[in-house]
């Protein structure tokens, strides 16, 4: 039987990094076995559901390359879906519960109270074989006082979460309901109504939830608990799903970073870690999983987000050759930890009127260095070839002929052309900046000196 698992997000206006994994784990798993991984959008809140709302869970799939496989095909499907499938939506399926309804009704399953439906709960304990969290037995009747049927379809006509939520894992053969831990508890009343519908339930993992680093619950409100904050900030997508993956699973061995196809192939249920996640609200791995994936992009793609988030910081590259600005941009590979830092770092190459920042500028306008600069800006005008060798021997030629070493040229020098004290490799950017704005913009600070 091929496998068939599903992601049911309820449209909050909010995709949680916990909804996220537990998306990725059931697409993770569909890709490791070659089966199917639907989209079902769990809408019949009528209140909640706004088109907002759903938008807010599509385009976190789709940042994060989640495709799901199947669907009704919609007008305005914008996949990535295959055959521009939209996905499933409960409030598109309102008569099949209806009829289901009616079946539970006429075989006695269930009954009218107070104009509500409710569902004759089974008697006995309910066994719950999960493929994470081991054997649980739950018994809703142990405590005489408690009623344990339950409402199906409320006096309003609307019919509840437990009840649509089976109906659909039944009709769309789901084979494994992979979700947070937080259903363990409902999944005693979903069994019981598979039971009633006279179908097998599917097998079940509960995958514990992401905590905070105190071990509190994680909640909406707190910081990076939302998917789409993570792009805002500079993250890559395939850092997160990498950070995603390690929060619940383990690949057993000490290589943490690592491609999505590598996890497609190594992913499985029972490597599903029990003891619950614990997200590091410091960043620390994170940061360190994004830089080393950012390292590991292909050139084009590493350009094309890093101009994008240049372009969100004020930054504009597009009036520059391109040979300059992908020159510019490889000076900041295997130096930017999110794309969110390039305009800090890569940002003077595109402006001659940066910022200095202010304590460095005091250090640069001291006497000595005006005649540094003036030194360093004639051996560069006298160099035949204008690339980071010569750059490198014309300032050492200066420090020599000065009796210095060549820090304190390098410092200033620095300075003067990118506004910082920190930055890419000092004979590179000289190399990248050229010939024309290193003199410019050592004439500009020579300017500034009294
Ligand atoms: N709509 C439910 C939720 O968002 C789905 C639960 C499930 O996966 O069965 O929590």
């Given at each position: 039987?091929?496998?068939?698992v ?19 784990f ?8 070659g089966g ?13 559901n706004?088109?907002a709302?759903v ?6 799939l789709?940042w ?7 669907g009704p095909?919609?007008?305005?499907a ?11 939506f409960?409030?598109q ?12 009704l006429?075989h ?5 109270q ?13 066994v719950i ?7 649980v ?10 009623d ?8 309003d ?10 109906i659909d894992?039944?009709e ?13 508890s409902n ?12 179908v097998e ?25 939302s ?5 805002q ?16 699973w383990?690949?057993k ?25 614990r997200?590091?609200?410091k960043r ?44 510019a941009l ?16 890569l ?19 001291v006497?000595e260095?005006?005649?540094?600069l003036i ?15 010569g750059a490198e021997?014309?300032?050492k ?7 210095l070493?060549a ?8 300075v ?6 920190s ?28």
């Amino acid at each position: 039987m091929s496998v068939r698992v599903r992601f049911a997000p309820s449209p909050t206006g909010f995709l949680h990094i916990g909804g996220a994994r537990t998306a990725l784990f059931n697409w993770l798993y569909a890709r490791h076995c070659g089966g199917t991984f639907v989209l079902r959008i769990e809408d019949t809140d009528a209140a909640r559901n706004t088109q907002a709302a759903v938008d807010v869970i599509l385009d976190g799939l789709r940042w994060l390359g989640l495709d799901w496989d199947e669907g009704p095909i919609t007008a305005d499907a914008t996949g990535p879906c295959k055959g521009d499938r939209g996905p499933y939506f409960q409030s598109q399926r309102k008569e099949l519960y209806q009829r289901r309804v009616e079946a539970l009704l006429s075989h006695g399953l269930a009954y009218r109270q107070d104009g509500a439906v409710k569902f004759k709960m089974m008697r006995e304990p309910v066994v719950i074989d999960d493929l994470v969290v081991g054997r649980v037995v739950r018994n809703l009747t142990d405590r005489e006082e408690v009623d344990p049927d339950f409402v199906i379809v409320r006096s309003d006509g609307e019919p509840v979460f437990h009840l649509v939520n089976v109906i659909d894992d039944l009709e769309m053969s789901i084979t494994h309901v992979i979700r947070g831990e937080d259903h363990l508890s409902n999944t005693a009343k979903h069994i019981a109504l598979f039971r009633a519908f006279g179908v097998e339930p599917p097998k079940y993992a509960h995958i514990p939830l992401i905590l905070n680093g105190d071990g509190s619950k994680m909640s909406k409100r707190d910081q990076g608990a939302s998917l789409m904050s993570y792009p805002q900030e500079g993250y890559l997508p395939e850092a997160l799903l990498n950070y995603l993956c390690l929060l619940g699973w383990s690949p057993k061995d000490n290589n943490e970073v690592l491609p999505i196809a590598e996890v497609v192939e190594r992913f499985d249920l029972p490597n599903i870690l029990r003891h619950n996640a614990r997200f590091d609200s410091k960043r620390e791995k994170l940061d360190w999983l994004n830089f080393e994936h950012m390292r590991r992009l292909e050139s084009d793609r590493f350009n094309e987000l890093v101009v994008h988030a240049l372009g969100k910081s004020g930054v504009e590259t597009d009036a520059f050759p391109l040979p300059y600005v992908k020159a510019a941009l490889g000076t900041g590979k295997d130096k930017l930890k999110k794309t969110s830092d390039a305009a800090a770092y890569l940002g003077f190459y595109f402006k001659d009127a940066f910022e200095t920042d202010e304590a460095e500028l005091a250090k640069l306008l001291v006497p000595e260095n005006k005649d540094r600069l003036i030194k360093l800006r004639e051996a560069f005008a006298g160099l035949a070839t204008f690339d980071s060798a010569g750059a490198e021997a014309a300032l050492k030629g200066v420090a020599a002929a000065l009796g210095l070493k060549a820090g304190p040229l390098v410092h200033p020098l620095r300075v003067a052309l990118t506004g910082k004290g920190s930055g890419p490799s000092l004979y590179h950017l000289i190399e990248v900046l050229g010939r024309e704005r290193v003199a410019n913009r050592i004439d500009a600070t020579l300017a500034r000196f009294q």
